[in-house]
RNA sequence: GGAUUCUUAGCUCAGUUGGCUAGAGCGCACGAUUCACAUUCGUGAGGUCACAGGUUCGAAUCCUGUAGAAUCCACCA
């Protein structure tokens, strides 16, 4: 077989992804696992989730026309990281890929195209524009999900679902019945998020709150006899005032409540009413009521049983007002609104205030609150039954803290608004009755037939409405519809073992799974969920297109490979933490696999060599120096790793391997292996470390394996391993052998002056450590010779190790060492103190655990002695 | 305004219930090198763990406060 002297991940990746993919090992292997729990013959549910043998996790969806960004790369790098680890522990595992419709994203990008091709939505109703995206999205879609086999995700591709599927408009019909049915669902007539742009409704969620500077104006509105200054920022909606708040412990105005005023430039008398909305403190402390423009203005005409006045008109034109203002915009509406109030001398004063102002957050465009009708989605009892599963500690959160975070939202939640006005999207089932008055039928009917523009029911006419969900409505049913779950088809898959998604969709979309899944399945749709946080630029900054440090992950994986850009990303990241990241991880990345490729061409090498030794790997013994060690090591590695990834610590179960490998296995074992060859353990070990980070690193394992010349079948099929076997002593005394080796090394690296890093040969009296590994101990070290002392000691003892050994320098060397000395002496003493003192305190001695007490005195020993050694070699000098 | 989190080496970050002399990668310095790998090997420098108190035999870790940073939520006209 061929190992060149690099790895080139090009070369080896998208084959290595078809075998796979043709073998058909992403697909789950078990279907069902039927459970008998009543022992009446007849099977009724399936296993619980901690004794069942499968895995399910199923993936964010990513854009279907997009690309992948980097916060995919890191999705997928965990996710698929998860799948393939609980592949190797023999679980039936099935992770299902997911392709996002992305409603309004999408529509927003098919939006421009359709304006530089001269034409507006308006054009066209809403079958068509449909037709028209769906042709758009056809012709874009495929580079996201080639980009997701170039990252590795092992997802079961047959069961790939889009969000626009119809399994899953079906799933979302259903429920809307239900909730129907239940009564969950109401129009009504509220202020919404609206985008003048877009002209679509926003759920608050997709609301960005940007504080600005704005100007605040003192009006004056009269009443005989006075006058009342009420302070706004929106001068331009006062002919929608139909009240002025005071706040009801305001004394200032207690006398005014109930008159009436004149509103400015209008010939309207609105009265004045006492509620706790008004600040007495915060401007003039008497505000205007705009019910159909302002949120709290809103809240207030309920409570007051205000009428509501619209001023501004879906498309941003004044309207339901004096002919002079009629068919302004706002802004200009409020230029004008001040002039005139100016000159009729009823503005009082103005001054720059700083407030929270809402915008889309896609166009930037400020999101004018807007009276219209829309479907709600009434959540109190989502929200408390979906409150009570997360209580009963349900779902375990990575990191813990989200738990808390997350009901806290849960318990301020509101109603739910799930219209948009966007033609991309699963179109709301629901149709109006053509003429209110006709009839006793009901306004509105729930019917599936949402390609009809009309229908007919008992003999009425109802004509649909126009808009579609809100995608999260879709979303919420994500592990509902990945993993087919239905009220007659319960599945094993059902809840997911894990959720894994970005921190900033715990509210979005989190949340709203989990609300659906308690709603429609009676049990939380996931067993734990684990959040990751925002991918950040090498400088902690926040990526964006604007500052232009948006980092691709497909130039990554194809200037380092797949596995590289794995490790990288996931190098140094804690669950729910925004974290830098930069290339040098990703190299350090290569590197290591480039590492692993290099140990497995010598190991092939030595093989190759070693006549009639390429059968599949048997037993092993150890034999040599160093092999019950690395054998430890490698146990303890295993150990870690599956401790790690049950606490969802993948960057410490990667540093975990990066030092077993490269500082272990790489340094110590393989270069002892020089000397002694253990074929057997030699394939042992090499297939233990392949397997453990096959999870991470699934090209460059699964390619080496297939390049061994002893390995059969697929490495993503392989057992995980079970502990090497070792003798503790043995493994402990090689870490004597090692700390022999490293003294010499950097006694010789610090010898003074020009003899710096020159070798000299090694003496040793009467140590069998030594006597017994002298070509290991030499070839470890380089010294030009080790051999036993003859006669007096001589040259420069070696004093950190309690063995008798010395450095065959010359006289004059020895001296220069004086200083170097003299200082050792004074550090270890510097030691010593420290843990007599801590040995001084009776405190410790009688509260502290036995075990460190008697670390602490075995240090002084070790350290006395050690500063007895020095001494003797200062004195020698 | 509220919530959550963070502050540890030049940089990016680990440090699981408090326990010896606080770790890693990259970077840096010095040295090595035909014989698996320069994507290499060896050695080393670099930290009053943001600050101030407290609890404790013992604090990077727990508590309180201060300062700074980030994210999310929020109706301040």
């Known amino acids: ?368 609150p807007m009276l219209k009708e829309q479907w709600f989605v009434d959540v109190k009892k ?40 966007i033609p991309w999207g699963i179109a709301i089932p629901m149709f109006r009755k053509a003429d209110p008055g006709a009839t006793d039928e009901p306004d509105w009917i729930f019917d599936r037939r949402t390609n009809l523009k009309e229908i007919e029911k008992s003999g009425v006419k109802y004509v649909r409405d126009e808009d579609t969900f809100d995608t999260w409505f879709s979303s919420s049913h994500w592990p509902i519809v990945c993993t087919d779950w239905s009220e007659d088809n319960p599945t094993p898959y059902y809840p997911l073992d894990v959720m894994e998604t970005g921190a900033d969709l715990l509210f979005a979309w989190v949340a709203r799974m989990i609300m659906m899944g308690v709603y429609l399945t009676g049990g939380v749709p996931f067993r734990e969920v684990y959040l990751h946080g925002m991918v950040l630029d090498a400088h902690g900054k926040k990526m964006s297109k604007s500052k232009g440090n948006v980092i691709n992950p497909m130039d990554l994986v194809a200037k380092y490979g797949s596995d590289a850009f794995r490790l990288g990303i996931i190098r140094g990241r804690s669950a729910g933490m925004n974290q830098a990241f930069s290339e040098n991880s990703v190299i350090a990345g290569r590197n290591l696999c480039n590492k692993l490729w290099n140990i497995s061409r010598l190991i092939q090498n030595i093989i190759d060599e070693e006549s009639g030794n390429s059968d599949a790997s048997s037993d092993y013994t150890n034999d040599n120096t160093g092999e019950d060690w690395i054998c430890r090591e490698i146990s303890k590695c295993v150990k870690q790793v599956e401790s790690c990834m049950e606490g969802y610590r993948f960057a410490e179960a990667m540093d975990i391997l990066y030092s077993t490998i490269w500082d272990k296995y790489a340094d110590w074992f393989i270069e002892s292996q020089k000397i002694y060859r253990n074929v057997p353990l030699l394939k042992k070990s090499l297939e233990t470390l392949l397997i453990v980070l096959h ?102 003892r070696l004093a950190l190790n309690n063995h008798e050994l010395y450095l065959d320098v010359p006289e004059n060397v020895v001296t220069e060492y004086r200083e170097a000395l003299t200082e050792k002496i004074l550090i270890v003493g510097k030691e010593l103190d420290a843990l007599n003192a801590r040995l001084m305190n009776p405190s410790y001695v009688e509260r502290a655990p036995a075990y460190l007490v008697k670390e602490t005195r075995d240090g002084v020993e070790e350290k006395s002695a050690l500063i007895e050694r020095l001494k003797q070699q200062l004195e020698l000098i």
Request: net charge negative; glycine share 8%.
């Open 382 to 421: 989502l929200a408390s039954t979906a409150i009570e599963h997360l209580d009963a500690g349900e779902i375990k959160f990575y990191p813990e803290n989200k738990q808390k975070v997350l009901v806290n939202y849960l318990k301020g939640l509101k109603d739910w608004n799930i219209s948009r006005q």
């Open 1 to 368: 077989m061929k190992f060149s002297s690099s790895y080139e991940p090009g070369e080896f990746e998208a084959d290595i992804y078809a075998a796979w993919e043709s073998s058909g090992v992403f697909a789950p292997s078990v279907l069902t696992v039927p459970v008998d729990n009543d022992g009446d013959g007849v099977d009724d549910r399936f296993e619980k989730p901690e004794d069942r043998d499968v895995y399910s996790i199923v993936m964010p969806p990513p854009n279907a026309n997009g690309n992948l960004h980097i916060g995919h790369g890191l999705t997928i790098a965990l996710e698929d990281s998860l799948t393939r680890y609980y592949r190797l522990h023999g679980k039936s595992t099935w992770y299902v890929p997911g392709a996002d419709h992305a409603g309004f994203e999408t529509w927003v990008v098919y939006e421009k195209t359709l304006e530089k091709e001269g034409h507006t939505r308006f054009e066209y109703d809403r079958d068509e524009l449909y037709a028209r995206v769906w042709d758009f999205v056809a012709m874009q879609r495929g580079n996201m999900e080639l980009q997701l086999r170039a990252l590795g995700a092992s997802c079961s591709w047959k069961d790939l679902t889009f969000t626009l599927d119809e399994n899953v408009i079906d799933r979302v019909y259903t429920t809307f019945e239900k909730m129907w049915n239940d009564g969950m669902i109401y129009r009504g007539e509220k202020l919404v998020n609206y985008c003048p742009k877009h002209q679509t409704a926003f759920a608050d969620i997709e609301v960005e709150h940007v504080d600005e500077k704005g100007t605040l104006w003192d009006i004056a509105y009269t009443y005989d006899g006075g006058e009342i200054i009420v302070s706004t920022t929106r001068p331009e909606t006062l002919f929608g005032d139909v009240a002025v708040a005071v706040n009801p412990e305001d004394k200032r105005f207690k006398k005014l409540v109930g008159k009436t005023v004149k509103l400015p430039l209008a010939d309207r008398e609105i009265p004045i009413i006492a509620d706790e909305h008004a600040d007495p403190e915060y401007g003039t402390g008497a505000v205007k009521i705009t019910p159909a423009h302002d949120f709290d203005d809103f809240e207030v005409g309920e409570r007051h049983n205000l009428p509501r006045i619209q001023v501004i008109s879906e498309d941003g034109h004044m309207v339901n007002v004096p002919e002079e203002y009629f068919g302004l915009t706002p802004l200009e509406c409020r230029k004008k609104v001040l002039k005139d109030l100016e000159a009729a001398g009823l503005l009082r004063g103005e001054k720059e205030i700083e407030h929270a102002v809402a915008h889309c957050y896609k166009c930037g465009t400020v999101i004018e």
């Open 695 to 796: 999870p991470f690193a699934p090209f460059v394992t699964e390619t080496i394996w297939q390049n061994l010349s002893w390995t059969n079948g697929m490495i993503i099929n392989a057992k995980w391993p079970t502990k090497l076997e070792y003798d503790p002593i043995t493994a402990g005394q090689f870490e004597s052998l090692m700390a022999v080796v490293s003294e010499v090394r950097g006694t010789l690296a610090g010898l003074p002056g020009a003899n710096k890093g020159k070798k000299y040969a090694l003496l040793y009296d009467n140590d069998s450590l030594v006597e017994d590994n002298l070509l290991l101990i030499k070839s470890l070290t380089k010294v030009p010779a080790v051999t036993a002392l003859d006669g007096a000691p001589r040259g420069l």
